[in-house]
T-cell receptor, first 112, second 114 residues
Framework: GEQVEQRPPHLSVREGDSAFIICTYT??????FYWYKQEPGAGLQLLMSVFSNVDRKEEQGLTVLLNKKDKRLSLNLTAAHPGDSAVYFC???????????FGKGTLLTVTP | EAAVTQSPRNKVAVTGGKVTLSCNQTNNHNNMYWYRQDTGHGLRLIHYSYGAGSTEKGDIPDGYKASRPSQENFSLILELATPSQTSVYFCASGDDWGGQDTQYFGPGTRLLVL
């Protein structure tokens, strides 16, 4: 089945710096990709969804890049602030339109 | 208002006891999901449903049952709880739009089985 590897597991940046998270996937038929944010004690909040025909998507300080040749998905948070501290998950639909496969998450800490 | 709610938010159960986790969504989504989250494993799919009356096995269904009595409600049932089922459980609903199923999550239920 589909496998998603996410790195790094932990990331610490200073306020104002960028934070970069990478996921690699195995199923070339994957159609949809997602980034979620989980704050302590809370559920997963959808940040962005990306269809496979998109190479780059930007929204509110977030940039998602999709490299289908290398099967790599990345999230870049520009000008991170302490409120961005959370666990970030990538996920994809694999060859299915319904079942999501998640990466294991990246704990991002933004220090003032 | 929160569109996906879960109850209880915290639960302590004894080994061998029956546990029912409830999920309610007001999104009018057809699809609903139950995941568990464990350190080192991320989120793993237990059961899911395409609509009222349907349940499907996910990747780790052993020891769990699911029930979808209505569009809004989806329950996860542990008939004989074991300590290995101590975890945080998340419910999600999916909007099944445009060929994809963007999932929206509830706040989670923290279950401790003693």
């Amino acid at each position: 089945g589909e496998q998603v590897e996410q790195r790094p597991p932990h990331l610490s940046v200073r306020e104002g710096d960028s934070a970069f998270i990478i996921c690699t996937y195995t199923d070339s038929a994957t159609a949809y990709f997602y980034w979620y944010k989980q704050e302590p004690g809370a559920g997963l909040q959808l940040l962005m969804s990306v269809f496979s025909n998109v190479d780059r998507k930007e929204e509110q300080g977030l940039t998602v890049l999709l490299n289908k040749k290398d099967k790599r998905l990345s999230l870049n948070l520009t000008a991170a602030h302490p409120g961005d501290s959370a666990v970030y998950f990538c996920a994809d639909s694999g060859g299915s339109n319904y079942k999501l496969t998640f990466g294991k998450g990246t704990l991002l800490t933004v220090t003032p | 208002e929160a569109a996906v709610t879960q109850s209880p938010r915290n639960k302590v159960a004894v080994t061998g006891g029956k546990v029912t986790l409830s999920c309610n969504q007001t999104n009018n989504h057809n699809n609903m999901y139950w995941y568990r989250q464990d350190t080192g494993h991320g989120l793993r799919l237990i059961h899911y449903s395409y609509g009222a009356g349907s349940t499907e096995k996910g990747d780790i269904p052993d020891g769990y049952k699911a029930s979808r009595p209505s569009q809004e409600n989806f329950s996860l049932i542990l008939e004989l709880a074991t300590p290995s089922q101590t975890s945080v459980y998340f419910c999600a609903s999916g909007d099944d739009w445009g060929g994809q199923d963007t999932q929206y999550f509830g706040p989670g239920t923290r279950l401790l089985v003693l």
